[in-house]
């Protein structure tokens, strides 16, 4: 089990969520110009009962939770690493539902161009908080209901959420590949693997998700030295699918997105990760 969360280079982090912010607010901006732009709105999401609709105003609601509360006072909730925050942040699950309706019927009920509009003010608000001098900070904190993070954390965790809800929003509409930032792509894969590796501590399985993590997990006979007994490869998108219950893991296996060798390597018992 790591000892404590993997650190991230704030401004690499900083970098990574601007582009993909941009990278969202052209999905969306296209996604709403599209002469099909009402029935797609409607589309199931493949995320419970949500329609797209309320998938882009869950996105809004995220991009934007830094600018409506950067300057909250704290309460002195208990800190909360990166790797607590991935343990726990299905606890928010209800919130969030109501939170994405909330807005879906709200700002995010109109017509394709009143959503556009409405994105395009969710991202003009973190980009302008991430090019301030209030994220430079490295004390400075934020709390969500979970506990207190440092900002910096905060903003690995809107990584997560850009990464993860625009392959979400990709696959729910269909089109090209979403054009991740290679940064966010990795702090997200990188964050997933150290959460497994925290949910099933030990040495008997190797995760190796290239180029970007290699953790060991799983309890039994450390390997020290030569080839691993029990290795698990993938990609990254098949793996942050696998940890996010996006994916299911027999099925990727028999599909050869996952290459599982050893009589340790079936991991279905610890995934997903995140809910």
Same mark, same amino acid.
């Given at each position: 089990? +790591?000892?404590? %969360? ?49 998938? *882009? ?31 726990? *942040?299905?606890? %928010? ?44 900070? +490295? ?8 506990? %207190? ?78 080839? +691993? ?47």
């Amino acid at each position: 089990m +790591p000892a404590k %969360s993997r650190t991230y280079q704030p401004a690499k982090v900083r970098a990574a969520l601007a582009a993909q912010t941009g990278a969202l607010r052209a999905a969306v901006r296209q996604l709403c110009a599209r002469p099909d732009a009402a029935d797609l709105l409607e589309r199931p999401a493949g995320l419970g009962e949500w329609r797209v609709r309320e998938l *882009v105003a869950h996105l809004a609601v995220q991009l934007d939770w830094v600018p409506a509360h950067l300057d909250d006072p704290l309460e002195g909730r208990p800190p909360l690493d990166l790797l607590h925050w991935v343990a726990r *942040v299905a606890e %928010s699950a209800p919130l969030l539902d109501a939170g994405a309706r909330e807005h879906a019927a709200g700002g995010f009920g109109g017509d394709p161009a009143a959503v556009a509009a409405a994105f395009d003010r969710a991202a003009d608000a973190l980009l302008a908080v991430l090019a301030g001098p209030e994220v430079a900070d +490295p004390e400075r904190r934020f709390e969500i209901r979970l506990g %207190s993070m440092l900002l910096s954390d905060l903003l690995v965790t809107r990584l997560v959420e850009t990464v993860v809800h625009a392959d979400d929003l990709t696959r729910a509409v269909g089109g090209a590949a979403f054009p991740h930032d290679r940064q966010a792509l990795a702090a997200v894969t990188r964050l997933l693997a150290d959460a497994l590796a925290d949910r099933a501590p030990g040495g008997a399985v190797e995760l190796r998700v290239p180029p970007y993590a290699v953790v060991q997990a799983v309890e039994g006979p450390r390997h020290t030295r030569g080839t +691993p007994p029990n290795v698990v490869e993938t990609d990254p998108l098949t793996w942050i699918r696998l940890a996010t219950g996006r994916a299911d893991w027999a099925a990727e296996v028999e599909a050869a997105a996952v290459s599982a060798s050893g009589e340790r390597s079936d991991l279905r018992t610890y995934l997903p990760l995140l809910g």
